[in-house]
């Protein structure tokens, strides 16, 4: 039974950091790739980055650019989403979502991924 577990959210400042973490079971990681997505109240969920088998890394949104990094332990079986300069736009529930049983990132559609975590709440607020 594959299952993806995130944590790390939680209340920061604007101009914060935080990493969220996504510990994958059930599969042998270093043969898949893995997502973040994001969703706001209100609005639909978005891909906010993708990193595939080999390391290879795609960031759909222009907002995250330069501010949000993606990286992969395959010995811990573990994602992260590694977040700073944060802002109060970035507030959301942060997911973490496997398309398989691809081994390489496809176009950040959430239909694309079939297995996914139960999210972490991010709040960026003073």
């Known amino acids: 039974q594959v299952q993806l577990v995130e944590s790390g959210g939680g209340l920061v400042q604007p101009g914060g950091s935080l990493r969220l973490s996504c510990e994958v079971s059930?599969?042998?990681?270093?043969?898949?790739?893995i997502g973040w997505f994001r969703q706001a109240p209100g609005q639909e969920r978005e891909g906010v980055s993708c990193?595939?088998?080999?390391?290879?890394?795609?960031y759909p949104l222009d907002s995250v650019k330069g501010r949000f990094t993606i990286s992969r332990d395959n010995a811990k079986s573990t994602v992260y989403l590694h977040m700073s300069g944060l802002k109060p736009e970035d507030t959301a529930v942060y997911y973490c979502?496997?398309?398989?049983?691809?081994?390489?990132?496809?176009?950040?559609?959430?239909?694309?991924?079939?297995?996914w975590g139960q999210g972490t709440q991010v709040t960026v607020s003073t």
């Open positions: 979502a496997a398309p398989l049983p691809l081994e390489r990132c496809p176009p950040m559609w959430a239909a694309d991924f079939s297995k």
């Open positions: 059930g599969l042998k990681l270093q043969y898949y790739a």
């Open positions: 990193i595939s088998y080999d390391y290879g890394t795609t």
